[in-house]
């Protein structure tokens, strides 16, 4: 497994502006997720986050609302842009393993909330 | 389609009783994973168990088990003698292989709670 810490933890944070979401792991991984969890709801994966290049996104989400980066193999950040209510979520990295198993590991999350 | 069913969605049992929770999954891949999480209400997700699509042992762990079926897709979780700290959201999750990568796709969650 591996170690993964976000931060912040959590955040409450005002419509219109933007909050980024930091993602480390204690080892180098080549598979790095994000994801969304809203209220109650189960997980949706946002985008893979890719080293050296653009990462690739899911259906609903767009790199405008959610830039990415990933400047090394232990490192990734989310950022939330111009944020609504809607966006109140936990956001969730993982880090994930290929063959044989692929295995996700996830971080404890970040508690987002909008007013 | 590729999907996973968690038909339900809440589950109470009283402590030391058994549980089972369901899990159906559809896939167009040959190759296969599933896997298990539990998320307690700290939020973090806590890896349980994985199984691959060629191996339909089933699996103890403790007082956990799972119940791997190809023929009728579908992969359960039981706990047996529940204690109140079981108490969490479990989640069943298949990956999905796509050109170059993979991802998970997660079912709705199942709440279990344990009461004393």
């Known amino acids: 497994s591996a170690v993964i810490s976000q931060k912040p933890s959590r955040d409450i944070c005002q419509r219109g502006t933007s909050l980024t979401i930091q993602c480390q792991v204690d080892?180098?991984?080549?598979?790095m997720f994000w994801y969304r969890q809203q209220p109650g709801q189960s997980l949706t994966l946002i985008a893979t986050?890719?080293?050296?290049?653009?990462?690739?996104?899911e259906s609903g989400f767009v790199i405008d609302k959610f830039p990415i980066s990933r400047p090394n193999l232990t490192f990734s950040t989310l950022t939330v842009s111009n944020m609504s209510p809607e966006d109140s979520s936990i956001y969730l990295c993982?880090?994930?393993?290929?063959?044989?198993?692929?295995?996700?590991?996830f971080g404890p999350g970040t508690r987002l909330t909008v007013t | 389609a590729q999907k996973v069913t968690q038909a339900q969605t809440e589950i109470s049992v009283v402590e030391k009783e058994d549980v089972t929770l369901d899990c159906v999954y559809e896939?167009?891949?040959?190759?296969?994973?599933l896997f298990w999480y539990k998320q307690p209400p700290s939020g973090e997700l806590v890896f349980l168990i994985r199984?691959?699509?060629?191996?339909?042992q089933n699996e103890i762990s403790g007082r956990y088990s799972w119940n791997f079926q190809k023929s009728t897709s579908s992969f359960n979780f039981t706990i047996t003698a529940s204690q109140v700290v079981d108490s969490a959201v479990y989640f069943c999750?298949?990956?999905?292989?796509?050109?170059?990568?993979?991802?998970?796709?997660f079912g709705t969650g199942t709440r279990l709670k344990v009461l004393a």
């Open positions: 199984r691959n699509s060629f191996d339909e």
């Open positions: 986050a890719n080293q050296g290049s653009e990462a690739t996104y």
């Open positions: 999750a298949l990956s999905v292989t796509t050109v170059g990568t993979y991802k998970y796709i």
């Open positions: 993982s880090v994930g393993r290929t063959v044989p198993s692929y295995e996700q590991y």
């Open positions: 896939t167009r891949d040959t190759t296969y994973y």
């Open positions: 080892s180098q991984v080549t598979m």
